[in-house]
Nanobody, 121 residues
Framework: QVQLVESGGGLVLAGDSLRLSCVVS??????VGWFRQAPGKEREFVSS????????QYADSVKGRFTVSRDNARNTVYLEMNSLKPEDTAVYYC????????????????WGQGTLVTVSS
């Protein structure tokens, strides 16, 4: 089974930046997605990248502020988050699945444990 491990979360001020990492243990020909879940809310799509082609998708709420990328040599997908806002506060999860495009949770098969991002005003 593919394992995904997120890291890079933390406490930052509004306007700051953070870079999250997701190390994927196995097969890279899939889609890797980023989701987030704030307290009391549903898990929502943030961004995704198709490993083989580099195609990307973004939620409207993060377009222009977040950038997803991958490093084949490190089996790692990154989420660069700039101009962070308090409403970006959530646990961020990465996941992988075989389909593209993929903005729905049920299109993903394996999930990481999540990393907490807290943006203070």
């Amino acid at each position: 089974q593919v394992q995904l491990v997120e890291s890079g979360g933390g406490l930052v001020l509004a306007g700051d930046s953070l870079r999250l990492s997701c190390v994927v243990s196995a097969f890279r020909g899939y889609t890797v997605g980023w989701f987030r879940q704030a307290p009391g809310k549903e898990r929502e799509f943030v961004s995704s990248i198709r490993w083989t082609t580099g195609l990307t998708q973004y939620a409207d709420s993060v377009k222009g502020r977040f950038t997803v990328s991958r490093d084949n040599a490190r089996n790692t997908v990154y989420l660069e988050m700039n101009s962070l806002k308090p409403e970006d506060t959530a646990v961020y999860y990465c996941a992988n699945g075989p389909l593209w495009p993929a903005t729905e949770k049920d299109r993903y098969e394996n999930w990481g444990q999540g990393t907490l991002v807290t943006v203070s005003s």
